[in-house]
T-cell receptor, first 109, second 113 residues
Framework: GQNIDQPTEMTATEGAIVQINCTYQTSGFNGLFWYQQHAGEAPTFLSYNVLDGLEEKGRFSSFLSRSKGYSYLLLKELQMKDSASYLCAVMDSNYQLIWGAGTKLIIKP | IAGITQAPTSQILAAGRRMTLRCTQDMRHNAMYWYRQDLGLGLRLIHYSNTAGTTGKGEVPDGYSVSRANTDDFPLTLASAVPSQTSVYFC????????????FGPGTRLTVL
């Protein structure tokens, strides 16, 4: 079957760095997406990786290793507004997104 | 309208009733999707449409139907609601049905009693 694993919850301190990991097993691979979702709101797009390596976008970076079925989202200089759930999703061979359950990130002052 | 809108925002429904959730986008995207989100689970695809006039089944289609009469609208119908359909429903769209970024509407919170 298809499976996306990510930690349920993480806690970090304002101003620090946090890495959220995602491992996947899917039938085919057409890219990996990270979304941010604040409580009670819709998911919003953060990043897309289809080739191995690091993609940097401001305070957020995303890494992919296709051979290991592994990705991480790196958040730097954490701010209180970064408190949210972070969703990892893989696009399978049918171009359908398979979603992880999300990682709830709690930022403490 | 900018982006994707959904209606209603929330609804409480008696079991056995028929309900249509509405979704409209103004981005001229070809592909549209319906997901449900339940606590502790990832988003699950209910139905999708890669272009007007076509629809397909996702991971959890039972009890739901969709239509795509034009590019902008993609309503989701629950013919006879059951309590297990209590969930938050998100509509999304993307430029194509391929590896394009999906953009989400604000969601509909549905409670079936």
């Amino acid at each position: 079957g298809q499976n996306i694993d990510q930690p349920t919850e993480m806690t970090a301190t304002e101003g620090a760095i946090v890495q959220i990991n995602c491992t996947y097993q899917t039938s085919g691979f057409n890219g990996l997406f990270w979304y941010q979702q604040h409580a009670g709101e819709a998911p919003t797009f953060l990043s897309y990786n289809v080739l191995d390596g690091l993609e940097e976008k401001g305070r957020f970076s995303s890494f992919l290793s296709r051979s290991k079925g592994y990705s991480y989202l790196l958040l730097k200089e954490l701010q209180m507004k970064d408190s949210a759930s972070y969703l990892c999703a893989v696009m399978d061979s049918n171009y359908q997104l398979i979603w992880g359950a999300g990682t709830k990130l709690i930022i403490k002052p | 309208i900018a982006g994707i809108t959904q209606a209603p925002t929330s609804q409480i429904l008696a079991a056995g009733r028929r309900m249509t959730l509405r979704c409209t986008q103004d981005m001229r995207h070809n592909a549209m999707y319906w997901y449900r989100q339940d606590l502790g689970l990832g988003l699950r695809l209910i139905h999708y449409s890669n272009t007007a006039g076509t629809t397909g089944k996702g991971e959890v289609p039972d009890g739901y139907s969709v239509s795509r009469a034009n590019t902008d609208d993609f309503p989701l119908t629950l013919a006879s609601a059951v309590p297990s359909q209590t969930s938050v429903y998100f509509c999304a769209s993307s430029g194509t049905g391929g590896a394009d970024t999906q953009y989400f509407g604000p969601g509909t919170r549905l409670t079936v009693l």
